[in-house]
């Protein structure tokens, strides 16, 4: 009898049922796919950027339970940046590293670099708020202000 909770028995044989390759039908949800090939941390963070509209599979806006199989797109906008990435293998478990970058090709934007990544005029926790004289020139320094 197969021990469901690990996983192990006649149904886990082979590198398949060690990858976490999904059944003969090839494909698996698009939040636990996110998930095995680490786009984001946890599944229910996949499945939080699903509901609030934030993945987006072949142009569609995708649910959690929304099936995705190989060739296709998934737009993801998480941490502050858009990954593109194209399935090449549908896994259903968590994967490590090394697999899970055999499993999509990665067709994104290169990431900010750390001086672009800065967020211009963040200021100190408890100065309150800005003085019309601060916010005239929080303007001027991102470039917005008005001709004086």
Same mark, same amino acid.
């Given at each position: 009898m197969a021990d469901e909770a690990t996983g192990t028995g006649a149904g886990t044989t082979g590198a398949a049922g060690a990858a976490g390759t999904a059944g003969a039908a090839g494909s698996a949800r698009v939040d636990a796919w996110i998930w095995s090939v680490r786009l984001t941390k946890t599944r229910s963070v996949a499945a939080t950027a699903c509901r609030a509209g934030h993945v987006k599979v072949n142009g569609e806006r995708a649910k959690p339970a929304q099936v995705v199989r190989a060739g296709d797109e998934v737009r993801l906008f998480h941490a502050g940046r858009e990954r593109i990435v194209v399935v090449k293998r549908p896994v259903t478990k968590r994967v490590? !590293? $090394? *697999? !899970?970058a055999e499993c999509f *090709? +990665?067709?994104s934007p290169p990431a900010p670099t750390r001086i672009e990544a800065e967020? *211009?005029? *963040? %200021? +100190?926790r408890?100065?309150? %708020? $800005?003085?019309k004289r601060d916010r %005239? #020139?929080? #303007?001027s320094l991102r470039g917005g202000g008005r001709g004086r």
């Open positions: 490590g !590293a $090394p *697999v !899970a *090709v +990665d067709n967020v *211009v005029g *963040v %200021r +100190d408890g100065t309150g %708020r $800005p003085t %005239r #020139e929080i #303007e």
